[in-house]
């Protein structure tokens, strides 16, 4: 094994760079979410697979230009199992274990994600064995969208 490093003068400096083109700044545009438990609509037959929840938002900003050549990032905000507030990039899948009618329990897990198209998004909620109906909509949940182009 061996060390080495570099020590000594500082040679001359190189030649200038080519002269750049005036670039457009970056622009980012943020909305905040709240979907009230009311607000979530079933999609599919409850307790059937492929069952999930969701809720669409008009979002003009999504514009062609953005869809196209944009980045359009959500995140689910929440408090975590400290009691801090973090928001994580979606999809973002949580586990749980839940109790039946007979006392037993059994783990599942929810997923959020999302879709978008120029003009709306649509927030999604998917119960791993499809239980829609057994659940019950979501409770109050807070998402962030972000525009940037």
Known sequence: MGFTACQGPMGPAGRDGLPGKDAEPTKWWIKDFTIAEKTWELVGVPNDIGSYFR??????????????????????????????????????????????????????SVQFSYDTMPGSIAFKLVFSDFYTKDFGPPPTCKFRLVLVY
């Open 55 to 108: 809720c669409v938002f008009n979002v003009p900003e999504i514009t062609r230009a953005i869809y196209d050549d944009g980045a359009i990032i959500c995140y689910y905000r929440y408090k975590d199992e400290f009691g801090d507030d973090v928001q994580t990039v979606l999809p973002y899948t949580y586990y749980d274990i839940n109790v039946n009618n007979y006392g037993e329990e059994f783990p599942y």
